[in-house]
Nanobody
């Protein structure tokens, strides 16, 4: 059984930082590229960031470039999302996901095979 478990969310003020973690089990972690998506109330789920199996490729949504950084530790089966200079518009449930797909399609949520349950990030102004 594949499990992805996110942690690290919370309530912070604008300008603060958070680090989200996603621990994976039940799969060969290094066989998968990993992504982070988010869903704000009343909005569709959107792509945030992705990282390939050996960390030599990353992709970010324009809205988070320069503020969020994705990384992974294959020895720990964990992917991270370091979030800095947070804004109220970053408020959402953040999901990690695993995929075996072409790098050109990493922004497409339907390409991901496994999803975590999500962790809430709330940024107050």
């Amino acid at each position: 059984q594949v499990l992805l478990v996110e942690s690290g969310g919370g309530l912070v003020q604008a300008g603060d930082s958070l680090r989200l973690s996603c621990a994976a089990s039940g799969l060969i972690f290094s066989d998968y590229l990993m992504g982070w998506f988010r869903q704000a109330p009343g909005k569709e789920r959107e792509f945030v960031a992705a990282i390939n199996w050996n960390s030599d490729r990353t992709n970010y949504a324009d809205s988070v470039k320069g503020r969020l950084k994705i990384s992974r530790d294959n020895a720990k089966n964990t992917v991270y999302l370091q979030m800095s200079t947070l804004r109220p518009e970053d408020t959402a449930v953040y999901y990690c996901a695993a995929a075996q797909t072409m790098w050109s399609r990493v922004t497409e949520s339907r390409q991901y095979d496994y999803w975590g349950q999500g962790t809430q990030v709330t940024v107050s102004s």
